[in-house]
């Protein structure tokens, strides 16, 4: 039995590797944003044309086939490319090299499609073809969405929309404002990815505005007011996206678009009440959604939807229900496979149901690995639930084919990986290529204009200014880094602090007094582990999650020891951090752990609660500090009254270090305190939040 179920899976990864090679036909899609031509009347007119007229057709057949196949696209492309040669047309040239963009973004190879869109506009503005040109960054802004490389978007979206905005001589722009919305919702969905989601949201209600007063089309208002809900449903936010879900359900079935459109906000509301602990009601959507999908052909949506379910049913110990949802999802798997498509019927491939297909094609890499991720997630379930039942041939079988999942999606995550970094690299490379020829251009015109003499004081004046820059670059950057030692040593100072250290000795001391060796043993260790993980840390940039963990629970449990009955405390780590791979700033939090317990509930009549949370939001760490004590403003009231000079010394050092650390980081390290209130608005305490983003390992 064990052989035939290593035998089976064997052919199952053979199958896999084949469908990831096979698969690049599979995806035919419709969108707003691209201009594409009937293939088969092109094909029909072709033979009869001559000269410019057949490149133009075999540049429109190209690109209407570039999302759908490679090959016969680039050789219509290839032969567009050879006649405009022949025949010096550089129109046509320039829109065979924005055809190669297309034809290899589509495909994921993105530096090859840069290159092809750099040429091409490149050439538009050569020829003074302004809307093209802006179109062609348009291309090249979407193509670093698929690379996720954000900022050349941005900046690639803004040089799209300056061409667009641009006045012609009658006074009207370039572009139209649908040239300008196609621009928006690049952004919207390159903030959406950079967890920028607010600012997603508000591009999404300026487009649904600018929408419904230019009388867009239905299909795509109705997505965009579904996008904002899924938005919100990322956040947390429940009752605005199921404000939204609902509005996106209310649009009236105009067409098969929004027929199959309307089930992705069905299944978000599934997902929502799941999410907010109301599992029937979330069953009740997720199953509508499951069956109209599995009815209809839709195969990847029905397999997603039939996983959602299951998970759903597992988590309430349904593991029957569970298990057939999960087996439901192998059996669209296989379907997926045999058929080497993403639909039961040929004629759902042009009908809109992932959404963003509307405007831009989706590159096949994307599509695989959402698919091979469902996969991975399903046969992972079936595992457990086999382990959970005892029974060990399944187990076995569902282990092996998640491991095979695993691998398939992890090579496909690798090379997608790969292409991404050499994008970066490429782009970063033609910046410098394009500044080295800026400033060649620059001398040649300074030699043509200036005498020999001149141009060697300028030469030098270059060098000096060149010296002169990296003079300043050097000292800030030395001037940071003393900053930062700097505050590093404060912070060092301040968490030694001899009060603590005294009290501390003395609590374990006393504990040698009453002879209970036991504890001050325990308690001995937890002083020098915490002593020597602040010496450790005070001089490290980063650290080890784990260790920043670990040091927070040796303080605390120091300062229980001093203040046995003065306050309890939790500490709280999500389970999605990894406690061994991430880094993160040492010790930013421990002042205000220490604020709480010295001013919070020193001076409190009653038993103080300190609350310690990790948790993951928006790929950043989010670390909490929440006190009951007496409130920043009574703490500091009674501080001035014992010391005139009393200020929290240690929070302005972290305050200070966060500023400096903040220089070097994109994403900035945040830091919000509230002052609590209680029902009647009297002072109930202190939060303090880190919003921390962070290295891996």
């Known amino acids: 039995m064990t052989h035939k179920i290593v035998i089976d899976m064997v052919a199952r990864i053979l199958v896999s590797i084949l469908l990831i090679s096979l698969m690049s036909n599979c995806f035919a899609q419709k969108f707003i944003n691209l201009e594409t031509y009937n293939v088969d009347s092109l094909l029909l007119i072709i033979p009869g044309q001559q000269a410019e007229e057949k490149v133009n057709s075999l540049n429109n057949l190209a690109v209407s086939l570039s999302f759908i196949d490679f090959e016969q696209s680039k050789q219509y492309a290839d032969k567009a490319m050879n006649l405009s040669t022949e025949l010096n047309y550089e129109e046509g040239k320039a829109a065979t090299f924005r055809n190669y963009g297309h034809i290899y973004a589509y495909q994921g190879n993105y530096p090859q499609a840069l290159s092809g869109y750099l040429e091409a506009l490149s050439r538009y503005e050569k020829l003074d073809k302004k809307h093209t040109a802006a179109c062609v960054c ?50 919207a969905i390159t903030y959406l990815y950079m967890g920028m989601i607010k600012k997603s949201n508000d591009l999404f209600f300026k487009i649904i505005d600018v929408g ?25 936010e429940t009752d605005s996206a199921k404000v939204y879900f609902d509005k996106a359900l209310l649009y009236p079935d105009a067409n098969q678009d929004i027929q199959a459109l309307k089930y992705r906000p069905v299944t978000g509301l599934g997902n929502l009440y799941s999410q907010i602990g109301e599992i029937d ?29 299951g998970r759903i049913h597992y988590k309430i110990s349904e593991l029957d229900i569970a298990t057939n949802y999960f087996k439901q999802s192998e059996r669209i798997f296989n379907e997926i496979i045999t058929k080497n498509s993403l639909y039961r019927y040929d004629s759902l491939k042009y009908v809109v149901n992932f959404g963003l297909e509307l ?65 970066k690299y490429e782009a970063d490379r033609k910046d410098q290529q394009i500044e080295t020829l800026s400033l060649e251009k620059e001398l040649t015109e300074s030699r043509l204009d200036q005498n020999r003499y001149f141009l060697f004081g300028s030469a030098g004046l270059l060098i000096l200014i060149l010296m002169f820059g990296y003079i300043l670059f050097r000292q800030n950057k030395l001037k940071t880094e003393q900053q930062m030692l700097g505050l590093q040593q404060k912070l060092f100072r301040t968490q030694m602090n001899p009060h603590f250290i005294f009290n501390s000795l003395a609590s374990i001391q006393n504990f040698v007094v009453k002879q209970d060796s036991k504890k001050a043993s325990i308690y001995l260790s937890r002083f020098s582990e915490l002593v020597r993980s602040i010496l450790d840390n005070s001089t490290q940039e980063y650290i080890p999650f784990e260790k920043e963990v670990s040091t927070i629970e040796n303080y605390l449990a120091l300062q229980k020891v001093r203040f046995p009955d003065k306050f309890d405390y939790s500490l709280e780590v999500a389970e999605n951090i990894d406690l061994e791979g991430m880094l993160i700033p040492p010790m ?29 939001k928006n790929n950043l760490i989010v670390f909490e500090v929440e006190d009951d004590g007496i409130g920043r403003e009574k703490a500091q009231k009674i501080g001035y009254k014992l010391n005139k000079d009393h200020r929290s010394m240690a929070t302005d050092i972290t305050r200070e270090r966060l500023m400096v650390l903040n220089k070097k980081l994109k994403q900035k390290i945040t830091l919000i305190i509230t002052d609590l209130k209680n029902k009647d608005n009297e002072p109930a305490g202190t939060k303090v939040v880190f919003d921390i983003p962070f290295k891996h390992v």
């Open 359 to 423: 405007f831009f094609p989706f590159p096949h890499r994307q599509l695989h690995e959402m698919m091979w991720t469902q996969a991975k997630s399903m046969y992972y379930k079936l595992y457990q639930i086999s382990e959970e039942k005892q029974n060990a041939a399944n187990a076995l079988k569902y282990h092996i084919a998640y491991f095979s999942a695993v691998d398939t999606l992890n090579k496909l995550q690798r090379n997608r990986e790969m292409i991404e970094l050499q994008t």
């Open 138 to 187: 348009r291309d090249i802004a979407l193509t670093h969405i698929y690379a996720r490389n954000y900022e050349k978007t941005i900046e690639f979206g803004y040089m799209a929309l300056d061409k667009f905005w641009e006045q012609t001589v009658g006074g009207a722009t370039v572009g139209s404002v649908r040239d300008t919305i196609s621009i928006f919702q690049g952004f």
């Open 588 to 616: 930013l939090a421990q002042p205000f752990i220490e604020n709480s317990i010295e001013h919070g509930f020193k001076q409190k009549k009653t038993r103080g609660n300190l609350k310690i949370r990790f948790s993951m």
């Open 212 to 236: 419904t007063k230019n009388n867009f089309g239905m299909t795509e208002l109705m997505l965009q007011t579904f996008r904002l809900g899924a938005n919100y449903l990322l956040i947390g």
């Open 281 to 309: 009601t979330a069953i009740v959507y997720l199953k509508k959604a499951y069956e109209w999908y599995n009815k209809n052909g839709y195969l990847y949506w029905t397999m997603y939807v039939s996983n959602d379910l």
